[in-house]
């Protein structure tokens, strides 16, 4: 059982495979974290806690000098009642009170896991797969309900929390803050790990020390943003790629977040994670109840590594849904880079054409081909098709580029709307907009308010009929701009700062509609590039356009840096043309092919402007790709050189059964006189016989892992090799 309560002692103790968390119900009621780590069997030591009479720590029992909230490690903890640490959530009452005192009421185990109500969450296909905790805890003077739920999923090594608010009493309360979970952590001698970047380098790591005070990751764009992504580990310093006790915590949501962790005056580290409370509320009336994202975490005593393997085989089978969560997916072309806004249906035809005959199996039109959209300064809201560039219809075109023998996909970016719009002159007011203030414009567009649901219908309508009207394999959902005067017409005014949540619940629905009702579509989420790659999207669309900057050098980065925590089948990676778009970098066609080949791969540039011998390269590379793409998008994945530790980036893929594996190495800048080096192989069978396809050698697994592949001396820059490995 992988949860069990002890009523004599009153602990729970919630085991995954290898780690525990042990919660005791304390002193009248109050709800004490005990430990979370390495798999213990017995709930003794870890509750034998330090209680001592601090000063200036209040005592909520006159008769207990040693007992204070503000030194007690806690599971939920409430604010104003002698905790200073950050609190996990605050209620203002009725009287303007903000006060909050929670105790513990009941709990309930049960096999499976139920879905949270309007929010992505992690999924179990059978009961059996899963075990959950519900914990009560109840203020009298609120009448106020707090659930903690503890998801264990068997078999994934993951606890999965999230917290439910139940409003039972007769006033209204509102919620100031309502963080999804909070874990209180007896020392701080951790590395903070997160992601962040911008727009063009998503996702770089930064690893950093804690430090006394709190250190704060957060999102207030109404995404979960480029800038910072809703991830967070905490390693000990002596924590690497394989070694190490490493917490990983990963919000499923794609709006405003905030990750707190607080070293306190003890030096006891408090994490909490969620909704960011920064221009938020939610009022509850009598009876309501609000529920909180879903927090995924992970523990491991074997490094960062094995952290985010866990986190993809998760990712891969529980979080993403729908027909090509097994799936390879396809190779595509997509032609925005090739054409931007400056094409017709005969120069995409010929694209699409000699694209078949590279092998690739998908074209994908992007912006551009709907309302009177010739820049980006118009028709966002117009979703039907502009006659003057196809007079046959986006039908005819993708009839045409099916008999080509290719599948054919379309752009959408259905969360907008320009000025210049049919749609903004019919409702000016669907807008995110606060009265009496100027709208600003990002990108030349406007926000819809999707927290109103005649605006989501709207959009589920406009996107279906197009759907429905022609053979569509695949859509790019696109979203090119952070919010800005944040309000609804449609809300109340105590509710207005409930208008950012209101708008990502409404972003769910539509998805959830879309996704639901064309199963056999591949959606792939955009924002201006990886602006929005979070488990929340990740839930309805399986894969995400990882960063609008497709350069190879860049990429290694950021490609590094997303996989701590998204799998490569979840990362679209496109060869471009040089000099690259963004950077105007010159890279090799080699090197830009083995990067994008890592995760699902692509080709954006015209490729009718290449030379024959570039497209024998790239012919080369698509036949690669298909033969690799059930490794390199399903198996497990392991980072061997960081790009941002020096000139060189090595992963590898290893499929399940471990009798194939793909290795890539990645040189950016040519070296004179070459130091030579092995690389050390990982997670392939020791005992197995590994034949190196195409090169007639073969050595046994032990040998690649300790000794290690010679890493060829190849001259120039931007090199790359790929090594595929064969079990004999
Ligand atoms: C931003 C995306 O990231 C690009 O790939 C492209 O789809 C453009 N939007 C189109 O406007």
Redesign the pocket.
């Known amino acids: 059982m992988p949860i069990s309560f002890d009523s004599n002692t009153k602990r729970f103790h919630i085991s995954t495979v290898n780690s525990s968390y042990i919660i005791e119900i304390f002193k009248s009621g109050y709800l004490r974290h005990n430990y979370y780590g390495k798999r213990v069997k017995s709930t003794e030591l870890a509750s034998n806690y330090f209680l001592e009479d601090r000063a200036f720590s209040p005592n909520p029992d006159v008769l207990d000098k040693t007992f204070s909230l503000d030194t007690l490690p806690q599971e939920y903890p409430s604010y104003g009642n002698s905790d200073y640490r950050v609190p996990a959530f605050q209620v203002q009452a009725e009287d303007g009170g903000t006060i909050t005192d929670l105790r513990y009421k009941a709990y309930r185990i049960y096999k499976g896991k139920e879905k949270l109500e309007g929010l992505p969450s992690i999924y179990v296909e059978k009961d059996e797969e899963a075990e959950t905790l519900e914990i009560t805890l109840f203020d009298e003077v609120l009448k106020l309900q707090v659930i903690l739920t503890y998801t264990v999923m068997e078999g994934f090594d993951v606890i999965l929390r999230s917290t439910r608010f139940i409003n039972s009493g007769e006033s209204k309360l509102k919620l100031l803050r309502a963080l999804s979970m909070n874990v209180d952590f007896d020392d701080a001698d951790f590395d903070l790990i997160h992601l962040w970047g911008a727009w063009a380098r998503e996702r770089h790591i930064e690893r950093k020390p804690l430090f006394a005070g709190t250190q704060i990751i957060d999102s207030k764009r109404g995404a979960s943003s480029h800038q910072h992504n809703p991830f967070m580990a905490l390693a000990r310093k002596n924590a690497d790629e394989d070694n190490g006790e490493v917490y990983g915590f990963n919000i499923v949501y794609s709006g405003n977040f905030i990750i707190d962790a607080e070293v306190d005056q003890f030096l006891n580290t408090r994490v909490n994670l969620g909704i960011n409370p920064f221009d938020f509320s939610w009022l509850l009336e009598k009876g309501e109840s609000f529920q909180t994202p879903e927090v995924v975490m992970v523990y491991t005593d074997k490094g960062l590594g094995d952290m985010s393997r866990t986190f993809h085989r998760l990712y891969r089978s529980r979080l993403c849904r729908g027909k090509y969560r097994d799936e390879v997916r396809p190779i595509l072309i997509?032609n925005?880079?090739a054409t931007?806004f400056d094409f017709d249906p005969q120069k995409i035809e010929k694209i699409a054409i000699t694209a078949k005959e590279m092998g690739i199996e998908l074209f994908v039109l992007?912006?551009?081909w709907f309302g009177n959209r010739t820049d980006?300064k118009t028709s966002l809201g117009d979703w039907f098709v502009d006659k003057n560039r196809f007079p046959g219809g986006i039908e005819d075109f993708a009839d045409r580029v099916n008999k080509q023998g290719m599948k054919f996909g379309l752009?959408f970016?259905p969360e907008m709307i320009s000025k210049t719009s049919n749609l903004y002159s019919e409702h000016p007011d669907w807008c995110l907009h606060v009265p009496n203030r100027e709208n600003t414009e990002g990108?030349n567009q406007l926000i819809l308010d999707l927290s109103r649901d005649e605006v989501c219908d709207q959009i589920i309508k406009m996107v279906s009929d197009i759907l429905k009207s022609a053979p569509i394999s695949y859509v790019?959902w696109?979203m090119?701009r952070h919010m800005t005067e944040i309000g609804s017409a449609k809300l109340s005014i105590d509710r207005q700062r409930e208008t950012a949540h209101r708008y990502i619940l409404g972003l769910y629905k539509v998805m959830e509609k879309i996704t639901t009702s064309f199963p056999d579509i591949l959606f792939e989420s955009?924002?201006?590039?990886g602006g929005r790659f979070d488990p929340g999207i990740l839930y309805y669309m399986p894969q995400t356009?990882t960063s609008?900057d497709t350069d190879a050098v860049e990429r290694l980065k950021i490609q590094y840096g997303t996989s701590l925590v998204y799998p490569p089948s979840a990362m679209g990676a496109h060869v471009s043309a040089v000099p690259n778009h963004v950077l105007e970098r010159v890279t090799s066609l080699e090197m830009r092919g083995a990067v994008a080949m890592s995760g699902n791969f692509g080709y954006?540039l015209d490729l009718n402007k290449l030379t024959n011998e570039e497209r024998e390269i790239i012919k080369q590379q698509v036949a690669l790709c298909k033969q690799i793409r059930g490794i390199t998008e399903y198996g497990d994945f392991y980072r061997l050189k960081s790009p941002f530790e020096g000139n060189e980036t090595s992963w590898m893929s290893v499929s399940p059964d471990k009798k194939e594996a793909v290795v890539f190495y990645f040189k950016v800048l040519g070296e004179p006189n070459v130091i030579n080096r092995r690389l050390k192989l990982k997670g392939i069978n020791l005992e197995n016989n590994y034949e190196i396809v195409n090169e007639e050698l073969s050595y046994l697994g032990d040998e690649l892992t300790y000794v290690g592949l010679p890493i060829p001396y190849k001259t120039g820059d931007f090199t790359s090799v790929i090594w595929r490995l064969k079990a004999k």
């Open positions: 997509n925005w880079e931007y992007d912006d551009g980006d752009w970016e990108r790019k696109d090119n955009c924002s201006g590039g356009w609008d954006e």
